[in-house]
């Protein structure tokens, strides 16, 4: 069981079924697993993705500045945080929203000793904002936040995705999936996982990254307590 955990949430698996925003049934279930590993003595932080509301794409297409694309995609991740950090304080968790960005009527500022005296308190913390400049993923945010908090392991929660393989599954029904993998075969197989600049910084820093079905109930817990699920990816 691992003592403390990242779980990386994509915004496109907060909208549920619905094709985009957020839906606050599917909002609610992840939430309740977010209470169950909490209730197992782990502590949790959370970093949300904000694809559910705005997509890097759309303003590509639209011709947009890319430092405006980012800082709108940040504030996407506001909203997501805010939505998880209601869901679990309506079910009895205590929950902090910490912000990359200057937002202080809604969030508490990014500060590394106040987020970890948060998690000694067993609150989940959500992190938020990105790493509040543009040209970086929430990906990276994840792996930013879960180096300078000394995480035992990434939980990267994917949408319908029990792992990683070597061809999309949806598109391929030969896909081979991978059990284990090191960091460095993530980066020369070009597999997407994350991006480029997170899967360096985890393998710098030797953050072990469990890639998950997500919509399975009860893998949060399976996964923070080391079942061996999914794929990992380690050094």
């Not at 969030?107 to 990105?130: M, N, S």
């Not at 393998?203 to 080391?226: D, H, R, S, Y």
Request: with cysteine; proline share 2%; aromatic share 6%.
């Amino acid at each position: 069981m691992y003592k403390r955990v990242l779980l990386k949430l994509s915004g496109e698996a907060l909208k549920g079924e619905t094709e985009f925003g957020i839906d606050p049934n599917t909002v609610l279930a992840y939430a309740s697993q977010i209470r169950d590993v909490v209730e197992q003595g782990i502590e949790v932080s959370v970093v949300v993705g904000g694809g559910n509301i705005w997509r890097g794409k759309t303003a590509e297409s639209l011709g947009m500045d890319r430092s405006t694309a980012d800082y709108m995609g940040m504030l996407a991740t506001m909203m997501n945080g805010l939505a998880v950090k209601d869901a679990l304080e309506s079910i009895g968790t205590q929950t902090r929203v910490m912000t990359a960005l200057e937002m202080d009527k809604v969030a508490e500022p990014y500060i590394r000793g106040r987020a970890l005296r948060h998690l000694d308190k067993g609150r989940v913390v959500i992190f938020v904002g990105g790493t509040g400049s543009p040209y970086f993923s929430t990906d990276t945010a994840a792996a930013l936040r879960a180096a300078e908090l000394n995480v035992d392991a990434i939980l990267m929660a994917k949408n319908g995705t029990d792992g990683v393989y070597d061809s999309d599954p949806r598109t391929n029904k030969d896909a081979k999936k991978f059990d284990a993998l090191t960091n460095q075969e993530l980066i020369e197989k070009g597999l997407q996982v994350m991006d480029l600049t997170a899967a360096t910084m985890c393998a710098e820093n030797q953050i072990p990254i469990i890639v998950f079905n997500l919509n399975e109930n009860g893998n949060i817990l399976k996964v923070a307590k080391g079942e061996k699920i999914g794929t990992t990816i380690t050094n």
